[in-house]
């Protein structure tokens, strides 16, 4: 366990992750913080390194949900059964599985397509 797992709950270490994310569009609109293609391109290798564990992380959640189903430990806000909500959710996380492994396969074409930018001296 990283030593930012021992010290953070996961919820905490997802609003970090998304309050990185609104960071860096902060830093990067217009000129930004960017001093040159080799930015974009590890910027780029980051964002892919983080997709490809993205897949893993819904399936995860996913697994979770069912769990919590099957032991009774859901139930539904308005009082229905959870039955279909829980199946929606793990569908909605298959989805965005296949998206972020989708993203990932773009933001590694990017990265290797990039590799051959560098500023103009």
Do not use: K, W, Y
Request: charged residues 20%; glycine residues 8%.
């Amino acid at each position: 366990m990283t030593e930012l797992a021992s010290t953070m709950t996961p919820r905490e270490i997802a609003g970090q992750a998304a309050t990185a994310i609104r960071v860096l569009n902060e830093l990067t609109t217009g000129d930004g913080e960017l001093s040159g293609p080799f930015d974009v391109r590890d910027i780029v290798a980051s964002l892919e390194l983080m997709g490809h564990d993205l897949p893993q992380l819904c399936e995860q959640l996913a697994r979770f949900l069912v769990i919590q189903h099957e032991d009774g430990q859901l139930r539904h806000g308005a009082g229905l059964d959870p039955d279909d909500t829980v199946t929606e959710v793990i569908e909605a996380l298959a989805a965005a599985g296949q998206a972020a492994d989708m993203m990932t396969a773009a933001l590694t074409e990017a990265r290797t397509t990039s590799a051959v930018l560098s500023p103009r001296r």
